[in-house]
């Protein structure tokens, strides 16, 4: 570990112990650089735009998976601009690598098998810094790895419960060769209240403390935060 991991030890556990209960998780499959989830999930989104529909309580943690390597940089290099909002990502804290299956055939695009970045885990403290939104953090791991891998070796063994799973990247979940059906076969695995509902301004579609689905933003959208 380097001097920042060092000193950073032991802070996702801290954070658990703070918490004192189970967290609301969001789980973002092939998220790559994206961090709108990151916003568009805040509870002050949903305080500055309320929706028509009811909306979950936002999540407490986010979960990034994606399988190429080559994101990494997106939050090492510790900053990052979404929708006009400013991103850092702080206090890293590098996990136990994850010894998770990667099918060559997905990895062979970004990394060749038995690439070491393959499986790693970082956690880190978002500083999100908005100007309709203000300034506020959000804890967020980071993990390399194929998403059905996460998923069925993973998630489902230690029965998981996301509130929150974003689908943006339809077509391109599993190296772009998978059409995320599989995603939408195992949402009742995680499912504490599976209700769909439609919300027409921003085009998500919202399973409540299951689902949220993220379609391209307009930036003259009336529920965009820039």
Known sequence: RDRR???NAGRLLRWLDELGREPRIAWYPSSGADTRDLLYLSGRFQARSPSSAPEPPPPDIFIHTDINPDCLK???GGHNQR???SISFERRETMPRLNLTCAPELAIPF???GDPRLGQALFYEAAVRCQTLGEFSVPIIHIVADNCAFCAELALPKRARFSHIVNLRTVG???GVC???WLL???SCFAWNLKKMSMPLIGWTVFPMVSVTLHPFSRESSRNPA
């Open 185 to 187: 076969n195992v949402l």
């Open 5 to 7: 991991d060092q000193e």
């Open 179 to 181: 059409n995320g059906t």
């Open 111 to 113: 990394a060749e098998p």
């Open 74 to 76: 997106y939050y090492r």
């Open 83 to 85: 929708e006009g909002a």
């Open 173 to 175: 979940l599993g190296a």
